[in-house]
């Protein structure tokens, strides 16, 4: 069982010790359907229900593992620039977006986004509830519902300085049907972003698999490729993590 399987088992034990009879049908349902809206709007609405207090949920490591690999990558350009804009894809519950939002000491625009609306709400919700103060007073964040596969309608090539996708590839790739779609994100991905921008994916998938995968997916008409690159976060309950950077490679022309 992959780490990212124990995640979910975890998260759906805890869920449905609260109505054991639906367990299984429901663990099922989610497992063959990471690529559907309604399995996760049915995950995010049974794990919220009935619970006092919003708590962000993170699939695996949280803001503190991870934020050696992202807050580096938002350096100040020289010139005088907007906020650069970082995108959170398939935010869920996790606080990673909130928390760039916070730690930034240059100005931010910072989007989670999740195909889920009750994910979406929920989120939308805690941060209007707890009114965070940025680090830095021009940054910004938005939530919204967005599918991954459907970037190009809402951003313009060449828009997004950072992208960051903990687990929504994973979910996507381990999905019956999801394989398509993954290789599609990755795509509008590399497409949205500017020259200097990269995406972030954490995975637990090991190196000689999503590598390959990484290069041959950032393959198509009209995209130059990617350079990828990978390190370690670290390891959690005995499974390797990591973190691929995946830049898109631009034409010498364009
Ligand atoms: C494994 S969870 C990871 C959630 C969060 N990033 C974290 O680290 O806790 C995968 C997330 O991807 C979202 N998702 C699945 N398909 C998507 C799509 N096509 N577009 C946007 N989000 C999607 C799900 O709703 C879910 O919140």
Known sequence: MSAFTKSFALACRRVYFRNIRQHSSVTAELMENMDKKSAWDRFYSETSSGVPHFKNFEWFFGFEAVQGFVMPLLRAPSLPHPPLRVLDMGCGTSALGPCVYRDSAVPVRVTCADISPVAVRLMRDHLQATAIQPRNASSRIEFLELDC???????????????????TTDALLRSREGTEKAAWALRQSLRA??????LLQFSDEDPDARLVWLETAALDEGLAGADVGVQEVG?????????????????VNT
């Open 149 to 167: 596969t459907q970037l190009d309608r809402h951003y313009a090539s060449s828009s997004l300085d950072l992208i960051v996708d903990k687990g």
């Open 193 to 198: 972003l500017r020259r200097s921008g990269s």
């Open 235 to 251: 390891v959690l309950r005995g499974v390797c993590y990591y973190c691929y950077q995946v830049t898109p490679r631009h034409e």
